[in-house]
């Protein structure tokens, strides 16, 4: 057996992450570790890469004991790991975060020949050596990239017998997954193990051999996927049956309370219009890098429009954040670590950065107030938390989404502009995610919403427009429309 996971222990303080999780991969396998946010993939994931060490419990490579003490030992002994949030150095070339920690030497000094070579391999492994130049800022790079990156340089271990792929399709494209999916089965092929953390099943049905269930820390099922169904899948991670995935209550649009004439960003997007009512949800489908994060920050005035209008209830407002949100108008940021969330802080703290009813009657933020507007929403939207004294860099991403969309709520806006909002969220934290967005339409609020899953666009919306190369096509019923259909479309 490749490697072996037995009663792995951990807690942090008083909260306990892990319970007894065992788990036993392959050579050759790819295999899939599902679970609910919170269920403890991330704490197994940073025990198996050095990031962390276990409490009680045995871990097992190749047959022989292995407890990394840090990840560059973890490394060596031949695991590498892509992280959901990848970690980059934005100031440094590409070259550079592909080498970062590892870079080849001769004697005392960096070998810079053997490098370009490491790092041409490894991106050409993940078919994007001639995309962008070695020596690019990261930072320059559009979030996809730079997970391509991060991949290339788990990659770049010649040494590498597991890799561990947490959520690596949240932030790629069709066709940058399917390149994903030939890369992890050529490597599987070559005897290399992958352990495949991922809330989507259909990929899970495609691409894994094998699959380990956690649920509260404990692993609670393990079998072949081929003889699994998707449901008996979802209820063994939920610990219960998730039914209607996409609620849709009776909902009848009213006035226009946004719309768009001929918007054009600095680069995106390029004369979009649209009108959005009261009590609808429209999409906008399209590849990454066609400019549909352009579009939202453009008309929420966080990137600046070289032309068009944006109109709220009849009224043009301009590109300055402030405005918008003086009209009742919210975003919510993709980036959820650069522009979501401030880490370091509560999970209080960070809803009560939007003010509102978190604010006492005298305009002052009271931190009985910040707590109990964070355990309503806690509540409602299921984060899996300690409390609301938290600090959200403590939280798994998906629960982290969870805050960030709490945030936005907490505004009372008219108007959503949601940005991936599931990114990174497993299937019953989903359904909670459509239930609310349901909701919210049905009590007249306004959802623009952005999503790369056309299953999520076709189940939620009721128009979608579709994005290609900056250029907005009409909203149209999602009646009219298929998921083959909205992809054909988006690749132009």
């Not at 492994?125 to 020596?135: H, N, P, R, Y």
């Not at 597991?162 to 599987?188: H, K, M, N, Q």
Request: charged share 25%; net charge positive.
């Amino acid at each position: 057996m490749r490697l072996e996971l037995s009663e792995l222990h951990k807690s942090f303080g008083a909260a306990r992450a892990l319970s007894g999780v065992s788990l036993a991969a392959s050579p050759g396998a790819v295999h899939a570790v599902l679970g609910e946010n919170g269920a403890g993939k991330s704490t197994l994931m940073k025990l198996l890469s050095g990031a962390e060490r276990p409490d009680a419990g045995e871990l097992r490579l190749d047959g022989a004991a292995f407890r990394p003490t840090s990840p560059e030992a973890a490394r060596r002994a031949g695991v590498s790991i892509v992280y959901q949030e990848p970690l980059f150095c934005a100031d440094l070339s590409v070259r550079e975060n592909v080498l970062l920690g590892h870079e080849p030497t001769r004697g005392p000094f960096i070998d810079a020949r053997s490098g370009t070579r490491i790092a041409t391999r490894a991106l050409e492994q993940v078919g994007v050596a001639s995309t962008f130049g070695l020596d690019t800022p990261l930072g320059r790079l559009s979030p996809a990239d730079r997970q391509l990156v991060s991949i290339a340089r788990a990659l770049s271990n010649a040494n590498c017998k597991v890799l561990i792929l947490d959520e690596p399709t949240s932030a790629l494209t069709g066709a940058d997954t399917e390149r994903l999916f030939g890369i992890v089965r050529r490597l599987a092929n070559d005897g290399v193990t992958v352990l495949y953390i991922s809330h989507f099943l259909e990929e899970v049905e495609r691409i894994a051999s094998e699959y380990t269930v956690l649920r509260d820390g404990r692993s609670v099922a393990a079998g072949r996927v081929a003889g699994t169904t998707r449901d008996e899948l979802v209820s063994l991670m939920a610990g219960r049956t998730v039914t209607e995935l996409f609620p849709r209550s009776a909902r009848t649009p009213g006035e226009t309370v946004l719309e768009l004439r001929e918007l054009s960003g600095r680069r995106l997007p390029r004369l979009a219009n649209l009108n959005l009512r009261r009590g609808e949800v429209v999409g906008v489908a399209g590849l990454v890098g066609s400019g549909r994060t352009e579009l939202l920050r453009a008309i929420y005035g966080l990137d600046s429009r070289s032309a068009g209008q944006v109109l709220v209830a009849g009224t043009a407002v301009p590109a300055r954040p402030v405005a918008l949100s003086a009209r009742k108008v919210g975003l919510l940021s993709e980036d959820r670590k650069g522009e979501g969330l401030a880490e370091g802080l509560s999970i209080a703290e960070n809803i009560a950065l939007s003010g509102t009813s978190t604010l006492s009657p005298w305009g002052l933020a009271l931190p009985a107030h910040s707590r109990n507007a964070a355990q309503r929403w806690i509540d409602k939207l299921g984060v899996r938390c300690r409390g609301p004294e938290q600090k959200v860099r403590a939280l798994s991403g998906g629960n982290q989404q969870k805050v960030a969309l709490a945030r936005l709520l907490e505004q009372d806006v008219d108007v959503l502009l949601l940005d991936e909002p599931t990114r990174g969220i497993d299937v019953g934290s989903r359904a909670d995610i459509y239930r609310l967005i349901d909701e919210l339409a049905a009590r007249g609020k306004a959802v623009l919403m952005v999503s790369s899953y056309m299953p999520e666009l076709i189940g939620v919306c009721d128009r979608i427009a579709v994005m290609v190369r900056g250029k907005l096509g009409r909203a149209r019923p999602v009646s009219e429309l298929t998921e083959h259909g909205l992809l054909l479309e988006a690749t132009g």
